[in-house]
């Protein structure tokens, strides 16, 4: 990631976030409308990882670190676990959040600090396109889904809203993708073991790519 890139996306990041801090749903405080809404992102975001066996996982924008307790309540036991975000304030609190996993969370500026997992997933990081153009933040998606890719041996998954989105419920400052090109992007250049899952009741969809 370019340095005008990253310094335009944290911009737009802090004043937003800083405005969902005074919610008391903890999903609003990182952008999800609600619990619900951020549960079914992960739900869909599981189907990439296998349930009986041990892996380790990278969570790339990781926020307050949600995801983790999830997997654990979803069944997922044997995991090892790394959450990393670009923004200082969400690494804070993830850390005072999950309490003794703190050393589980860490800070960076492309996904390629990250080390080497099983498997990488990201919910919510392609949504918010401060102000950069539709081709400049589709440009640092593509380059974002490389670099999960290095960092990824099993697979990778991840997720963006959908053009399909209702026009009036439609904002500005989100870049809404298509699912078709992303399916057709990633079948082409990662796998050809790729899943568009776009039935779960958000205004989105997850892309699974298993290597």
């Keep these: 990631m370019n340095q005008k890139i990253f310094e335009e996306i944290i911009s737009s990041l802090i004043p937003y976030y800083r405005d969902s801090a005074a919610a008391e749903d903890g999903a609003k405080k990182v952008g999800w409308r609600d619990a619900v809404a951020q549960?079914?992102?992960f739900v869909a975001l599981a189907q990439l990882l296998?349930?009986?066996t041990p892996f380790s996982i990278n969570d790339l924008g990781c926020g307050h670190g949600d995801?983790?307790?999830f997997l654990w309540d979803f069944g997922f036991k044997a995991v090892d676990y790394a959450g990393y975000d670009v923004m200082e304030e969400?690494?804070?609190m993830a850390k005072t959040k999950q309490g003794k996993l703190s050393r589980k969370f860490a800070l960076i500026?492309?996904?390629?600090?990250m080390r080497t997992a099983d498997f990488t997933v990201?919910?919510?990081i392609f949504n918010l396109r401060a102000n950069?153009?539709?081709k400049e933040w589709?440009?640092?998606i593509l380059d974002t889904l490389v670099q999960m890719d290095v960092r990824s041996v099993k697979g990778f998954a991840f997720n963006c809203l959908t053009r399909y989105s209702d026009e009036e419920y439609m904002r500005p400052e989100l870049y809404y993708a298509d699912p078709f090109f992303m399916f057709d992007h990633c079948k082409r250049r990662f796998s050809k073991n790729i899943a568009l899952l776009h039935d779960y009741g958000e205004f989105d969809f997850t892309v699974i790519v298993r290597k």
Excluded: C, F, N, V
Aim: positive net charge; aromatic residues 4%.
């Design 39 to 41: 549960k079914r992102r």
């Design 132 to 134: 950069l153009s539709d």
């Design 138 to 140: 589709l440009a640092y």
């Design 90 to 92: 969400m690494i804070r």
């Design 122 to 124: 990201a919910s919510g």
């Design 109 to 113: 500026k492309t996904a390629l600090e």
């Design 67 to 69: 995801l983790l307790p």
């Design 50 to 52: 296998p349930i009986e």
